[in-house]
């Protein structure tokens, strides 16, 4: 779904990320290459840092068709379908991802996992 996304911060223009009150402290990737079709197929896990609980995190994207996205506590496996929006491209900016954080798995935690299934031909 579409969205016509603010910035999500106010600290750095170039952004659409809440940089202010979350961070990606480590970032795994799983990619599958398939050199025919000139598509690359993948899983982003990043570990999210929190200074303060937000209701949603925001990500920039260039050129990924998001197929899913999920959350979970750190060190765990129970994965929760995250609802997120992306909106319209912005040429210097790309597309803005909004993960909504309905609520945390560990109400104490001020951190988590969360993770993007995609593909992108670009």
Same mark, same amino acid.
């Given at each position: 779904?579409? $969205?016509?996304?603010?910035?999500?911060?106010?600290?750095?223009?170039?952004?659409?990320? *809440?940089?202010?009150?979350?961070?990606?402290?480590?970032?795994?990737?799983?990619?599958?290459?398939?050199?025919?079709?000139?598509?690359?197929?993948?899983?982003?896990?990043?570990?999210?840092? #929190?200074?303060?609980?937000?209701?949603?995190?925001? #990500?920039?994207?260039?050129?990924?068709?998001?197929?899913?996205?999920?959350?979970a506590?750190?060190?765990?496996?129970?994965w929760?379908?995250?609802?997120?929006?992306?909106?319209?491209?912005?040429?210097?900016?790309?597309?803005?991802?909004?993960?909504?954080?309905?609520?945390? $798995? *560990?109400?104490?935690?001020?951190?988590? $996992?969360?993770?993007?299934?995609?593909?992108? *031909?670009?």
């Amino acid at each position: 779904m579409a $969205l016509a996304s603010p910035m999500g911060n106010s600290i750095d223009v170039s952004t659409y990320s *809440n940089i202010e009150v979350a961070s990606t402290s480590k970032l795994e990737l799983d990619l599958t290459v398939d050199f025919a079709r000139q598509i690359l197929h993948g899983v982003a896990t990043h570990t999210i840092s #929190f200074s303060n609980r937000p209701t949603s995190v925001w #990500f920039d994207s260039v050129g990924l068709d998001i197929h899913g996205v999920e959350y979970a506590d750190t060190g765990t496996t129970h994965w929760k379908e995250a609802t997120y929006d992306v909106s319209t491209p912005n040429v210097q900016l790309g597309q803005a991802i909004e993960v909504k954080l309905d609520d945390f $798995l *560990n109400p104490y935690a001020m951190d988590m $996992l969360i993770r993007f299934i995609y593909t992108t *031909n670009n």
